[in-house]
């Protein structure tokens, strides 16, 4: 399923482990038109999706598909593996835009995506970061340039104590010149994933046509 990359991970799992995914699929969902989707790595146990962000699901025919048991507690690789997989198997049941990819995350889960984005800026056409991003090696990497034409929302908020952290992982994408980047601070939200409101506001963007523009 993951052609080259397979042998690398293989270590990461038990013969005969059994995975579960959590998924939510838009209720007007239509094969002829094919869907966004969105691949989550959550920072617990379950990797499913907040019921008050169905609305902009629904506006926008995005999927959405995120392992169980890839919390905070597991290995990198295995959550960066788990979502690449996440990716393939949704592939295998609908019909995906490949242009509309993105990868998410909350606090450990958003760091991770995060770094999984740069090494696999061909796979994910951007990304959503809730109070969790990392640079990691950006700066070193070659798929830096790739990445440019990708979107990527950085979510935090004024009480969150990731503030600092989101805040930096976007300076450094914006001097790497990665300009369709936007930064929501969101007042008086902690370490929390967002409401509904700024959660379609940040899936907008994603959804926007992939052109350089004025950002927060």
């Known amino acids: 399923m993951l052609g080259d990359r397979s042998s690398r991970y293989a270590s990461l799992f038990d013969t005969g482990e059994e995975i579960t995914w959590q998924y939510f699929v838009p209720p007007d969902y239509n094969p002829e038109e094919p869907a966004g989707l969105l691949v989550y790595i959550s920072p617990t146990r379950s990797g499913a999706m907040p019921k008050e962000w169905r609305g902009a699901m629904n506006e926008h025919n995005i999927i959405w598909v995120g392992a169980d048991q890839s919390g905070n507690r597991t290995k990198v690789p295995r959550r960066v593996l788990l979502s690449l997989l996440g990716v393939e198997l949704a592939k295998q049941d609908y019909e995906i835009?490949?242009?509309?990819?993105?990868?998410?995350?909350?606090?450990?889960?958003?760091?991770v995506a995060s770094m999984a984005v740069i090494d696999n800026a061909d796979t994910f056409?951007?990304?959503?970061?809730?109070?969790?991003?990392?640079?990691?090696?950006l700066d070193e990497s070659p798929n830096a340039e790739l990445m440019k034409r990708n979107r990527y929302v950085l979510i935090t908020g004024t009480r969150d104590q990731a503030l600092e952290p989101?805040?930096?992982?976007?300076?450094?994408?914006?001097?790497?010149?990665?300009?369709?980047?936007?930064?929501?601070?969101?007042r008086n939200m902690g370490h929390s994933t967002p409401r509904?409101?700024?959660?379609?506001?940040?899936?907008?963007?994603?959804?926007?046509?992939?052109n350089p523009v004025a950002v927060d």
């Open 166 to 186: 989101v805040k930096k992982t976007y300076r450094g994408y914006r001097r790497a010149g990665i300009d369709q980047t936007k930064l929501m601070i969101i």
């Open 97 to 111: 835009d490949s242009r509309r990819v993105y990868l998410s995350g909350f606090s450990g889960g958003g760091r």
């Open 125 to 137: 056409s951007g990304g959503l970061f809730f109070c969790g991003a990392d640079l990691w090696h």
């Open 196 to 210: 509904r409101g700024d959660f379609a506001k940040a899936i907008r963007f994603l959804e926007e046509a992939r």
